[in-house]
């Protein structure tokens, strides 16, 4: 749906106004906006951003009849595509998610990761394709490729190179992570949550050493699913890969540095998904895929525990509703003593006007984790289904038990 609105300039310009026309003097520009929504269609070439629509200016005569024209004193106009948004455009479609599934066909989990040749060498990490038994890749063009193996892991970096057949794919290069700085302006893409591609910017904020091994610190925001993805460099090289989170802060994201991806790059063997080990060198605790039971819900799971990080996704949901897409997955990585992160839904509801599809989410931290039990607590929360967003919470425990 479409628009016309006035915006009035005063004062400080964002579109230039002709010369002959006082800077002091406000102006009365018709403009036409649409919708531009989080899936973002591309702003066309005579387009800005005005209050989050796209919109573009129209002369009197084009105006449509109908609209509508109301004054905005001092609108925020956004000025023509800075470097951000240049990078994003270039770099967005060589970014991929990854979805994998065990040996019994179940999908069990996804992350990111992202193409360093024409031919389909991708990068990840390696807690994103532990355990897998078959996998696909998918585009941001939304093209799919099934994933014909693995070429090089690292599993004491959390590093992994898998390949797919593509030819003439979009690709990243890598950066000399040796000549990185803090302070350096850097950018991160990956898929968090269930928003695929989401884009962040921040800083270097650290190199850190952690039991002799180097990571990137950094401030650009990141979730569970931006695993594998890549943190570039304002210049669209790759200067790490996000790999981890620190929870006792904000924005305490790390990445393993790109030089050490080189090395791995050199293996032309591709070898079977199963092979990559499904363990960790810091693991404390490390199992294989199982099936667990919720004795605070009664839900079936299935639970993966690899190294610092659990994985559980929702089993016996009624199958016409996993048809149409519904899930329950939850992702924690393991912070201090605790295994803290996000449980994330799709599942309808039920309203006055029929139903209605929300996505929600909301904490969860693990404080014990053994053979025969899993404990800790849960945020629950009612759910306003005008909004899509859990409120009221409050923490409960949560107990699984194997099935």
């Known amino acids: 749906m479409r628009r016309a609105i006035a915006i009035v300039l005063a004062g400080s310009f964002a579109l230039p106004l002709p010369a002959q026309q006082s800077a002091l003097q406000p102006q009365t520009i018709q403009m036409e906006c649409r919708g531009f929504g989080p899936n973002g269609s591309n702003l066309a070439p005579d387009e800005i951003l005005v209050n989050g629509k796209a919109c573009r200016e129209i002369n009197a005569k084009d105006q449509p009849p109908s609209s509508t024209v109301r004054p905005a004193l001092q609108a925020n106009i956004q000025a023509p595509p800075g470097p951000i948004t240049e990078l994003a455009k270039s770099s967005v479609d060589s970014v991929v998610l990854i979805d994998w599934t065990d ?11 992202f193409v360093v040749s024409p031919d389909g060498k991708i990068v990840t990490n390696h807690h994103v394709i532990a355990g897998a038994h078959s996998a696909t890749v998918k585009m941001n063009n939304g093209a799919y490729f099934a994933v014909d193996g693995v070429l090089a892991d690292d599993p004491d970096h959390d590093l992994a190179v898998i390949k797919v057949p593509g030819k003439n794919l979009p690709f990243l290069t890598l950066a000399d992570s040796d000549g990185l700085s803090v302070g350096d302006h850097v950018l991160a893409i990956g898929t968090s949550g269930q928003w695929e591609n989401s884009i962040s910017d921040g800083i270097i904020s650290g190199i850190r050493e952690d039991k002799g091994k180097t990571w990137i610190q950094t401030t650009a925001p990141a979730s569970h699913g931006n695993s594998g993805g890549p943190l570039l460099l304002m210049d669209g090289k790759v200067a790490g890969v996000l790999t981890w989170k620190d929870f006792d802060g904000e924005n305490l994201n790390f990445a393993a540095p790109s030089n050490l991806i080189a090395p791995l790059l050199t293996n032309s063997i591709v070898r079977p998904l ?76 039920e309203t006055a006007l029929g139903v209605k599809w929300c996505s929600t989410e909301y904490d969860i931290e693990i404080d014990k984790v053994s053979e025969t039990r899993i404990e800790g607590r849960q945020q629950v929360g009612m759910v306003n289904v005008r909004k899509c967003q859990m409120e009221k919470f409050e923490w409960k425990p949560v107990i699984l038990i194997p099935k």
């Open 274 to 349: 199963e092979e990559v080990p499904n363990e960790s060198t810091s693991a404390s605790v490390t199992t294989s895929y199982t099936m667990w039971t919720s004795m605070t819900s009664g839900h079936d799971y299935k639970v993966r525990i690899s190294g610092n990080y659990i994985y559980l996704e929702r089993i016996d949901s009624p199958p016409n509703l996993n048809a149409q897409g519904a899930y329950q997955r939850i992702e924690l990585t393991k912070s201090g003593g605790k295994w803290i992160g996000k449980s994330r839904s799709f599942a309808p509801f």
């Open 103 to 113: 040996e019994n066909s179940g999908s069990v989990t996804f992350g990111s990761g």
